[in-house]
């Protein structure tokens, strides 16, 4: 090996986490100190051989690399490949193999190939993470767009929303979420604030306002709250919640109530309409009871009579006092 192969084969091992070298006639690969340190073998622990390296791919990306590799031979072009490589404890551990042809024969075939190998182990469980939690956030949004339930934070410091998953049509700040309430509704949130500021841990306390959505249009949504970060006071300085629109629920609430005024008043009137004729009737049962000249079976029918005419004239008495509260 003359002076200036060796010094820069000195100068690869102290700048890069592990260099290769590959030499076709032979099939044989010098890999770097960093290299097996990089994949925690002993140095000098594997066969210096490109089956060796391809024994150590992952089964998943071997196929795609060694056709990739040998693509760019092809065109004389360095390539820069990911892929994972067995450690010495039998896990894999992802690489980026940046390579390029620097020597070839006359006929052009390829003689040597020199590259790096480079640990992006860490950078990819990273990736995966993001990835993850990306796709939880669609998942999540995907949830709040079917339930048509806004899930909101809302930040006692900064006395704010710091997020809301439907509300993308205002800026998140106290004064404009005050402005869209119902003036009738305001202090009812407030009070409801107040008693998240003494709720305790996992508590949900919920209540009922009307806001006006991006429309102009009132509705009503059922707020659900909870503190989930305090201060190290144990002061609430966040809090969770859901809020639901429930227009629908209310207008059938509405209906349900003038419904039920109607079916009160039909019947108020009604009861006071009925309860002439029966006290007439309880007239004449007096007046026949009172006749001396009866058998055996004209007072019992008179006693049917006057028990069941009674029990009218209590129902009756029933309604008009219910509808009197």
Do not use: C
């Not at 006929?107 to 020199?114: A, L």
């Not at 993470?129 to 796709?135: A, D, F, G, I």
């Not at 006395?159 to 049509?169: F, G, P, T």
């Not at 007072?299 to 219910?322: N, Q, S």
């Amino acid at each position: 090996m003359t002076i200036h192969k060796l010094l820069l084969r000195t100068v690869l091992e102290a700048v890069t986490e592990g260099w290769w070298e590959w030499r076709l006639p032979e099939n044989q690969v010098y890999q770097s100190e960093g290299w097996f340190k990089m994949l925690e073998y002993p140095n000098g622990a594997l066969a210096p051989s490109l089956d060796t390296w391809v024994d150590l791919l992952h089964p998943d990306e071997k196929e795609e690399v060694l056709q990739a590799q040998e693509d760019y031979m092809k065109k004389d072009q360095s390539w820069q490949l990911e892929f994972r490589l067995r450690t010495y404890n039998g896990t894999y551990k992802w690489v980026r193999s940046t390579g390029k042809v620097v020597d070839r024969w006359p006929d052009n075939s390829v003689r040597k190939v020199v590259g790096i190998h480079q640990d992006i182990d860490e950078q990819k469980q990273l990736e995966e993470e993001n990835k993850s939690q990306k796709e939880k956030l669609m998942m999540l949004q995907g949830v709040f767009q079917v339930s048509h339930t806004s899930f909101n934070i809302y930040d006692f410091i900064r006395k704010r929303l710091v997020y809301s998953s439907n509300v993308n049509h205002l800026k998140l700040n106290t004064e404009v979420i005050l402005d869209i309430i119902h003036p009738d509704d305001v202090q009812k949130v407030l009070d409801h604030r107040e008693r998240i500021m003494h709720a305790k841990d996992q508590e949900v306390l919920e209540t009922e306002f009307r806001i006006s959505d991006k429309n102009g249009e009132t509705i009503w949504v059922l707020v659900r709250d909870s503190v989930f970060r305090r201060d190290e006071n144990q002061m609430p300085t966040q809090a969770l919640g859901s809020a639901l629109n429930v227009t629908h629920f209310k207008q059938l609430e509405s209906q349900l109530n003038d419904r039920v005024r109607q079916l009160n008043e039909i019947s108020y009137k009604s009861a006071h309409q009925i309860r002439g004729p029966v006290a007439t009737i309880l007239g004449l049962v007096d007046l026949l009871k009172q006749e001396t000249h009866h058998n055996y079976l004209d007072e019992t029918i008179i006693g049917h009579l006057e028990t069941t005419v009674k029990k009218l004239d209590d129902v009756i008495h029933e309604i008009i006092l219910f509808n009197k509260k």
